[in-house]
């Protein structure tokens, strides 16, 4: 498989990742499947012809050999990279899409009439909850497959000799797996990349949520603010920003008094549009 094109899809996400994000997609590639291209491969490549039982009985070792590797090592990181890389390209995919707007946006209405989006790449809106689904859904990936590696092989660790009493073996016969500790060293190292993998997408995720409540409570206390130094006046300046904004409607009201400071507007009142 060429993991190559993997690589050249996800280099673009550095650009919209945070710090966090970066470490992560770094640990990706380097401790992982720079590992499993270069050493797991090769150490599982001998799995089926190295398990050697006890006995000559047809079928047996098959049979063993397919009741205590039910699916390969190689075979569940291959998939599990696979998977825990593709919800960055959906970042990479939202981001086009907007850069794809503003694209048509201008050349419909021109460069005079304003844009779209400021930054396509600013995580805000939409693409701020498309990073959001990504991160939860990388961090339930591994946290997924950890246990899948757990419930195949306890511990995450798999002992020298294995006994087997599965038909067509004529009684309970040793099995013996091929290169164990090193299968464990590789197995256990996998293991701790994917918790601290875990760990970058649970910390990354605190921190936009944090920063996104800081700036939301920010927002809150300056219009707690303005609203505090001018309780009575209602033509006031905070209020005439918003008229002009869009929050504010005139309700109610028989005269159409013009929008200015000096002119007291009790008949504004707030409305949810």
């Known amino acids: 498989m060429n993991w ?3 690589e050249g899809l996800l280099s673009g996400v550095n650009k919209y990742s945070t710090a966090f994000g970066r470490i992560w997609l770094s640990l990706v590639f380097i401790f992982r499947v720079l590992v499993y291209l270069v050493t797991a491969e090769r150490v599982w490549s001998d799995d089926h012809k190295d ?3 006890n006995t000559r009985q047809p079928g047996c070792s098959n049979v063993c050999f397919d009741e205590f590797f039910p699916v390969s090592h190689v075979r569940l990181w291959a998939l599990q990279l696979i998977l825990v890389t593709c919800p960055s390209l959906l970042v990479v995919m939202h981001v086009a899409y907007r850069e794809a707007r503003e694209k048509k946006h201008l050349e419909a209405a ?3 009439a304003g844009h779209l ?3 396509p790449g600013k995580k805000r809106g939409g693409l701020w909850w498309t990073y959001v689904f990504s991160l939860v859904f ?3 990936v591994d946290a997924t497959f950890l246990y899948v590696f757990h419930s195949f092989y ?3 660790t798999l002992p020298p000799v294995v006994k087997c009493h599965a038909a067509p073996c004529p009684n309970i016969v040793d099995c013996f797996i091929s290169k164990p500790s090193e299968k464990n060293i590789f197995t256990l190292f996998m293991v701790v990349t994917a918790a601290i993998c875990i760990l970058l997408n649970l ?3 605190a921190y936009l949520v944090g920063k996104r409540c800081c700036k939301c409570l920010a927002a809150r206390r300056a219009h707690t603010a303005c609203w505090g130094h001018h309780p009575d006046c209602a033509a006031s300046s905070c209020k005439h920003d918003n008229v002009l904004s869009g929050n504010l409607i005139l309700l109610g009201s028989d005269t159409h008094c013009p929008l200015l400071p000096d002119c007291p507007r009790d008949h504004v009142k707030k409305t949810v549009l």
């Open 117 to 119: 989006y400021l930054n």
């Open 51 to 53: 398990f050697d039982c």
């Open 4 to 6: 190559g094109i993997f």
């Open 110 to 112: 021109g460069e005079d």
């Open 138 to 140: 990388k961090a339930s």
């Open 154 to 156: 306890p511990k995450y």
């Open 203 to 205: 910390v990354e995720l």
